[in-house]
């Protein structure tokens, strides 16, 4: 990798390193697994002045339990979230979703919070995160510390609601598995390293076979994750039959923009969206 | 043990695998420098102004040069096929100087003390282009009135050439089956696990420097030809090195422009330079393959017997004829037939220059394309007369009785045996079985429909007799050199010309010489891929290493155990024609006792106290061996492919391939090459294709979206071998490294039409993605 010249800083602390984003000015970058960061560095699509290595903040890496929520430490890698009992238990969609990131090697080096903060709408964890209702911890030097809506978060196409000296310290996702919950993370591609042509992550709690809680999220139909909530309205209260899940799943592309690429037009993503909300919804409430 | 047949691991994988080894890349010597290249942005333009003063201004910037810097002793890039006597051959400069006609072309370089340095000062130089028009269609580009790719040349067309034989349109004429179908190959980048990397180190000064070059390459010794033809270096002053070489595919057989400016600026600054690609230039810069629109037309009767063929072609060249260029898509030429009998046959390709990367060989290299085409036809005909894909193919081959058979192309096939291999793939595969589920699920309406693809093939391997290179104009000979040397511990180097790049050879010919000298293979040590060390040869490519290098040693392993025998028989006081030599011992038949080992007799050419007279001492021999004909492997591909007809994916669920290389030295590397064949091949049909957009720049310049598939998005293959030895060379083998690549794609591709054909659907582009095969479904119209 023959990346531009930046300068490097290593903080060990929360604290420092809000303090060396604060110093460095807008151009600087905060560098955690590196999934995402160093092909742009590599590339030369991005010129930081300096990079903040969050590598050595052991305490960023947590995951913790809170009460109705789970709380995700922002540089926890991928493998890490996957294996983690607490995660497995009360987001069981963040695992499974999570398990489909990359591949091996690059979910041994990739973050959790690394990956919201690039905030690639072709990235899977997004969708989720949108889906979950999570919300996002910041801190910055200047303003202490800030709780950000996953809704309000995805700003734009790579673009979210973190100002230049903000640093995401961790995720907190309200609790969803257990008893009632059934999820499932539908994600299309064409090879196993490929980025989602489309994802759906679907989380649904039913209480004595009535819809109680549906979240869908869509991977890559817009430049921000989006809910599909015409899809969530009409579920809302259904018993599932066939019938509504088909009917319902026929809404999913409502409200998206759908990106034309290489490896699908709008039109594509738009009937993918369709079936694969389906497919997802099927499997999450097939026991 | 016979060393010949045993699958032994291979000798060179540890060191391969972890890369703790001699790959160019690896190499700094003291002082180095490091180049990096500014490409084009363009596709096509004038180059009006270089500014490179910035450039050089910067921190441990050496030098920046341009092509106009460079114009006087740069030369132009060669291009050894010139297949028509009026074939038109634009001047190609490894750095352009006035025009740059696609983009990634090289317009600049820095020299610097360090790659970083190197790498920011290109962004300080300057370039005024002035965009000219671009052609990137090739059946557009012949229309009349189309822009140009090379102005002076007032066509886009490079040559025609014809092949003919046979009355075709007696064949055509009231032929109760004409087929005519338009295939398009798409456009591929080679995609070598080692980027390519050139070092250059020189020694001495004026007149007397003399030139190390270190190439990522698969052609030392064509490279070493090429170099002094093109720089004017003498060519006893320039000595290339090929290390390890980690994977070509074809794309390292060429004379690149970054091996040339090497030599150059080594030449200038007097330190060694080093290049070392990144995967994304790699994708613009190296050739590209395949890229061909093939209008095809077979003439069948009623019950499918074949009648004739006609083949029209365009061949994507590029903005440039490189090495072998031209003659790729003419490889195909004597393919089209495969394995069947038919009574006329035409062939025309038109050579089309357009503002893209200059394709070249890839695995396969004008065969895949062939193969394709016929295959996919055989499969439509069967469709159209209504019988078994397998049974049209069986009514049309050669049978095993009428070998050797003189083809409609002109090609004499030794041996094979169709019916074997097929057989052998039908059982394997449960073909009757999965015929039945396929039937269940077209009844149920099985969202999940199940597509069963055949594949038979041929190719013409063991490239090639001399002879017949000649009569088609390519510029060099084919044959291959080898040598064998006894050292006086008894120890024994070989020496090949073939230059392996991941091919295994130094585990394959150290069993060849162990089996034939009666040596542990342990004693055994293969040197190649160095001119110094390995001053004759012709490289790899091809599938011909084998087959030509290796019946080369084993040649040479024979002459010298006569040699030897010559030597024992006087030592031994016992007449020649007595010796039997077996498990590395001579022995006197009758007299268990007396006897010597090749070891013993080593030593004793060695000391040369007491030779027969006339006997020179020492034990070695070499071998150049010029094959009498190709060999021809052949095979049988079934595919089972599931297709998801809501989304449109392809799921391969089961693939055989049961292949006939002749014999087998080494199955475990025969093995391994079939399985990265199917693997290349398979890419081919479902998932790779360099994509241009509409102003001529490559959208497909990262693995991100040039689709590579890994181990994950393929299945567990079966393979198995017939074994009908090529009658053509001692060793029996016709080689194995690109019958995967041929066979697979077509078999993928029948699958898929296979499985749609119930929904209208008779083509599917390649790649087959599921947007395709969805569209696909959606235009024919579902049940």
């Known amino acids: 990798m023959i990346p531009p010249t930046f300068e490097y800083l290593r903080p060990r602390t929360p604290d420092e390193a809000v303090r060396m984003l604060a110093d460095a000015g807008e151009d600087a970058k905060v560098l955690a697994g590196g999934q995402s960061l160093m092909p742009l560095l590599r ?14 903040i052991a305490e960023l890496r947590e995951i913790r339990d809170d009460g109705d929520a789970i709380v995700i430490g922002a540089t926890a890698t991928h493998h890490q979230v996957v294996r983690d009992p607490l995660v497995r238990e009360h987001a069981p969609l963040v695992a499974a979703a999570t398990a489909t990131v990359a591949d091996p090697a690059v979910r041994h080096r990739g973050t959790f919070g690394g990956s919201l903060a690039h905030a690639d709408p072709a990235g899977d964890l997004p969708a989720v995160a949108l889906a979950l209702d999570a919300v996002l911890l910041a801190r910055s030097a200047s303003g202490g510390e800030r709780e950000i809506p996953a809704r309000e978060f995805f700003a734009d196409w790579m673009t979210t609601a973190l100002e230049p000296d903000e640093l995401l310290t961790g995720v907190r996702i309200p609790k969803a598995g257990g008893p009632g919950w059934g999820f499932r993370y539908e994600k299309f591609h064409r090879t196993a390293q490929a980025w989602a042509i489309v994802g759906v992550a679907c989380a649904v709690r039913r209480v004595q076979g009535a819809v109680e809680d549906v979240r869908i999220g869509l991977t890559n139909m817009g430049p921000v994750p989006v809910r599909a909530s015409a899809v969530e309205e009409r579920l809302a209260g259904s018993t599932l039959s066939d019938g ?5 799943s026929d809404h999913a592309a409502e409200g998206t923009e759908p990106p034309s690429d290489l490896h699908g037009s709008a039109e594509y993503r738009s009937h993918l969206a369709r079936v694969l909300t389906r497919r997802a919804l099927t499997a999450a409430t097939a026991r | 043990m016979t060393e010949i047949g045993h699958a032994r691991p291979r000798a060179e994988d540890a060191r391969l695998v972890t890369g703790r080894t001699r790959w160019t890349d690896n190499l700094t010597p003291a002082g180095t420098l490091h180049v990096a290249y500014l490409r084009s942005p363009h596709a096509h333009a004038r180059i009006d102004r270089v500014d490179v003063e910035a450039a050089r201004r910067r921190p441990n910037v050496v030098a920046v040069l341009t092509g106009k810097d460079l114009a006087e002793e740069q030369g132009a890039l060669p291009c050894a096929w010139q ?12 750095m352009a100087v006035d025009e740059v006609r696609y983009a990634g072309e ?19 130089i300057d370039v005024d282009y002035s965009p000219l028009p671009v052609v990137l269609d090739m059946e557009r580009a012949v229309e009349d009135g189309a822009d140009l790719v090379h102005s002076d040349l007032g066509t886009n067309a490079s040559y025609t050439w014809v092949f003919e034989q046979g009355d075709l349109d007696a064949a055509m004429r009231d032929a109760p089956v004409l087929l005519e179908r338009r295939f398009v190959q798409q456009r591929l980048i080679p995609t070598a696990m080692e980027p390519r990397a050139v070092l250059c180190e020189p020694d001495g000064s004026g007149p007397n420097m003399d030139f190390t070059l270190y190439s990522s390459t698969q052609i030392p010794h064509i490279l070493r030809l090429m170099l002094a033809v093109v720089t004017e270096i003498p060519e006893h002053r320039i000595r290339v090195v090929a290390p390890d070489v980690g994977g070509g595919f074809g794309s390292k057989l060429q004379v690149y422009g970054e091996e040339v400016l090497a030599l150059l600026l080594a030449r200038r600054l007097g330190r060694p330079v080093k290049w070392t690609e990144s995967r994304s230039e790699g994708n613009m810069a190296v050739h590209h393959g395949r890229d061909q629109v093939q209008k095809v037309t077979l003439a069948a009767d009623r019950d499918g017997t074949l009648r004739g063929l006609k083949v029209e072609l365009l061949a994507d060249m590029g903005a440039y004829l490189m090495l072998v260029t031209p003659g790729v898509p003419l490889l195909g030429a004597f393919m089209f037939n495969g394995i069947y009998k038919m009574d006329a046959y035409s062939f025309t390709c038109t050579g089309v220059f357009t503002n893209k990367t200059p394709t070249d060989a890839y695995r396969g290299a004008g065969r895949p394309e062939a193969t394709f085409a016929i295959e996919r036809l055989m499969d439509e005909l069967a469709a159209e007369i209504g019988v078994d894909p397998v049974e049209v193919r069986r ?9 050797p058979y003189d083809t409609i192309a002109g090609l004499t096939y030794d041996t094979g045996n169709y019916e074997a291999a097929t057989e052998k793939a039908l059982a394997l595969f449960e073909y009757d079985k999965l015929r039945a589920e396929q039937h269940d699920r077209r009844e149920r309406r099985d969202p999940v429909q199940l597509g069963i693809g055949v594949s038979t093939y041929t190719e013409m391997c063991g490239l090639a007799p001399s002879r017949v290179l000649g009569s088609l104009s390519y510029g060099a000979g084919g044959w291959e050199h080898a040598s064998v040397r006894l050292l006086p511990s008894g120890k024994v180097e070989v020496v090949t010309g073939s230059s392996a790049h991941g091919q295994g050879h130094e585990t394959a010919w150290a069993q060849i010489a162990a089996d034939r000298l009666g040596v542990p293979f342990e004693d055994v040590r293969v040197l190649h891929g160095d001119t110094a060390v390995s001053p004759k040869g012709m490289d790899t490519y091809g599938s011909r290493s084998l087959a030509v290098g290796g019946v080369a040693l084993y040649r040479a392993c024979d002459k010298v155990v006569d040699k030897a025998r010559t030597i024992a028989a006087h030592m031994l006081e016992a007449s020649e024609d007595d010796l039997e030599f077996g498990g590395g011992r001579f022995s006197v038949r009758g007299v268990e006792a007396a006897g010597l080992s090749i070891q013993e007799v080593t030593q004793a050419a060695f000391a040369a106290h007491d030779l027969p007279d006339g006997v020179e001492p020492s034990l070695d021999s070499d071998v150049t061996h010029d094959p009498e004909n190709f060999s021809f492997p052949h095979g049988t591909h079934l595919c089972a492919v599931e297709i998801d007809t809501e989304t449109g994916f392809t799921k391969i669920r089961r693939y055989v391939a049961v292949d006939d290389v002749g ?6 590397i025969v093995e391994g090459q079939v399985h990265g064949g199917l693997a290349q091949g398979i890419a081919q049909a479902l998932y790779e294709e360099a994509v241009y957009d509409a102003d001529g720049n490559l959208t497909t310049t990262t693995m991100a979206d ?3 598939p890994s181990a994950a998005d393929l299945p567990s293959f079966t393979t198995d071998r017939t074994e009908t030895p090529a009658a053509g060379n001692p060793l029996g083998v016709k080689g194995v490294g690109e019958a995967g690549t041929i066979a697979s794609t077509p078999a993928v591709v029948n699958a898929i039409v296979d499985a749609l054909r119930p929904y209208g659907v008779r083509d599917v582009p390649m790649p087959c993605t599921p947007e395709r095969v969805w569209t696909a479904l959606r235009e024919g119209g579902a049940r």
């Open chain 1, 43 to 56: 590339l030369r699509l991005a010129y930081p002045e300096a990079l903040v290595d969050l590598d050595r």
């Open chain 1, 244 to 248: 509504a899940l088909r009917e319902a």
């Open chain 2, 83 to 94: 297949v028509t006597e009026d074939m038109k051959l634009p001047a190609h400069p490894p």
């Open chain 2, 106 to 124: 090289p317009v600049a370089c820095v020299v610097a003390r360090d790659r970083y340095s190197a790498a920011d000062a290109l962004e300080d």
């Open chain 2, 395 to 403: 009514r049309n081959w050669i049978t095993h009785e009428e070998f």
């Open chain 2, 663 to 668: 014999n087998v030295v080494n199955p475990l």
């Open chain 2, 706 to 708: 040039y689709l590579v």
